[in-house]
């Protein structure tokens, strides 16, 4: 399938172009009525163009999708470099080591707060009115749906796709498109959880098997929001093909060219079933779906929850409560398991760091603890503060947690640690971290003024201290007694 691809392509620089200069006329203010008159008109004028635009690339895509799709060959998901982590922690043993304890003195394991069951999704109702009701876990949101926009019955074939796009394109579209992108900007949502939000959004206004159908909107409404999205077909039903911008774990995809589509469908694939789609995107959607948490979901303070820290008391030596953004915490239970340093990059709810890195702080200054001593009070936190519990224990699966989930659960494993050790350690104190990845295991590392007695490593021109926050009662510069002789790939946070 090449006919055709030229036009998509070339004309996505001319919509950007429309498009940014509406946004760009859009915050300018002229004196003068004349002069404001010019530039509503103008205003106008560029906004009619994005209009056109729009209808001739939904025109062109139309014809384009009733071509013959190509066949591609369904790829096993891809696996977790680190793998599963230990059933168990392990503590640490003074008489094995011969470094200088620089953390808190140890004691027992602590006992934390049962692991809270998980919480139920998002849902969506559609009640005939032309508004579609989201409670996206516990936002309450509306969506309109035009009647014109639902699909009769289609087929997963080339010719159904097309009959079924020209339908969308034709109808009143753009009052949902544009509640969704009202709804992604007033709560600050993620790539992923506006996808998941259309997704409720189609299964609210069809009938379950209505399978064809819903996939096919999800792809409109998603690349109309200049997203990257595809259809493809297999056992008879059409699937979802979503791009991101990292690898995800345990989902299968397809490669074409140097990208990856992950197949999301609502049957299992049969890996008989041979799997048929297109090769070029609609024009204007070169948006990769991003896992990239860049700032926390945006909620009123009322869906926020007080957790008190047993475990952390005796450390800071004061009740510890912090504020849980409960929607946060419900919508990253089903994130796709991606690459750890998604979840390192991604941002913290503001409420919960500005309590922790209060308490961990005045701590610190009470106590006039200098460097090297804040972090090993911190890594004697991270270790004790926490049960540990492996990701199939707490969910029968593989699941890394953000940092609003660890207070939640109060229980944890090593990624998830590491992730809470560098965050306090280079976010509060100011300190450059690494990640030390083993087979089975993560651990971190810093890089601590002055000669530091104990393990680590040299990375780029500078000296990573050992900080294992999975090694209980180990102090600053203890390794792993399995890990001392492995050599780690090294990452910098």
Not at 62 to 74: G, N
Not at 79 to 90: H, K, L, Q, S, T
Not at 309 to 336: G, H, M, R
Request: aromatic share 14%; hydrophobic share 40%; charged share 25%.
């Amino acid at each position: 399938m090449c006919g055709g691809s030229f036009v998509l392509k070339n004309t996505a620089m001319n919509i950007r172009k429309i498009f940014l200069s509406i946004i760009v006329l859009s915050a300018v203010v002229l004196p003068g009525q004349a002069q404001n008159d010019s530039f509503l008109d103008f205003y106008r004028q560029r906004t009619q163009e994005f209009k056109d635009w729009r209808s001739k690339a939904n025109s062109e895509f139309t014809e384009y999708l009733a071509a013959a799709w190509q066949e591609f060959m369904v790829q096993r998901g891809k696996e977790d470099p680190i793998g599963p982590v230990a059933e168990e922690p392990v503590y640490y043993n003074p008489q094995e080591h011969q470094s200088a304890s620089h953390g808190l003195p140890a004691s027992g394991r602590m006992a934390v707060p049962a692991v809270v069951a998980p919480v139920p999704a998002v849902a969506a109702e559609y009640a005939g009115n032309g508004m579609v009701s989201i409670d996206f876990f516990g936002l309450q949101e509306s969506v309109p749906f035009a009647e014109n926009m639902r699909l009769p019955r289609i087929m997963a074939s080339e010719q159904d796709a097309s009959k079924g796009w020209n339908v969308l394109s034709q109808s009143d579209f753009m009052p949902a498109v544009e509640a969704f992108q009202d709804m992604r900007d007033k709560h600050a949502l993620s790539d992923w959880a506006l996808y998941t939000a259309v997704k409720k959004y189609t299964d609210a206004v069809y009938i379950e098997e209505y399978v064809n159908e819903k996939v096919l909107t999800q792809m409109f409404i998603l690349s109309q929001m200049q997203y990257k999205a595809r259809v493809g077909s297999s056992g008879g039903e059409l699937i979802l093909l979503l791009p991101f911008t990292a690898p995800i774990y345990q989902v299968s995809y397809i490669s074409d060219g140097d990208e990856d589509f992950y197949i999301f469908s609502y049957s299992r694939l049969n890996s008989q079933d041979p799997l048929y789609t297109f090769s070029d995107d609609f024009s204007g959607a070169d948006r990769k779906l991003d896992l990239v948490i860049d700032k926390q979901m945006v909620v009123d303070y009322d869906y926020y929850r007080l957790k008190t820290l047993a475990s952390w008391a005796q450390y800071v030596d004061e009740e510890v409560k912090v504020p849980l953004n409960i929607p946060c915490v419900k919508f990253t239970l089903d994130y796709p398991q991606s690459d750890l340093l998604i979840y390192h990059r991604s941002a913290v709810d503001p409420e919960l760091q500005k309590a922790v890195f209060t308490q961990v702080r005045y701590k610190i200054l009470k106590d006039g603890m200098d460097e090297l001593e804040a972090v090993g009070f911190v890594l004697t936190l991270i270790q004790r503060g926490f049960d540990y519990k492996t990701d199939y224990e707490m969910f029968g699966r593989s699941k890394p947690l953000f940092v609003e989930e660890s207070f939640y659960y109060g229980a944890n494993n090593c990624k998830d640690r590491v992730l809470l050790f560098s965050w306090l350690v280079k976010d509060l104190l100011g300190l450059d971290v690494a990640m030390f990845c083993y087979k089975g295991h993560v651990a971190c590392g810093v890089a601590l003024p002055g000669e530091v007695t104990g393990d680590g490593y040299d990375f780029e021109g500078r000296r990573y201290v050992m900080c294992d926050p999975t090694y209980i009662g180990a102090p600053v510069g203890a390794t792993m007694p399995k890990y001392r002789d492995v050599q780690p790939q090294i990452i910098l946070l």
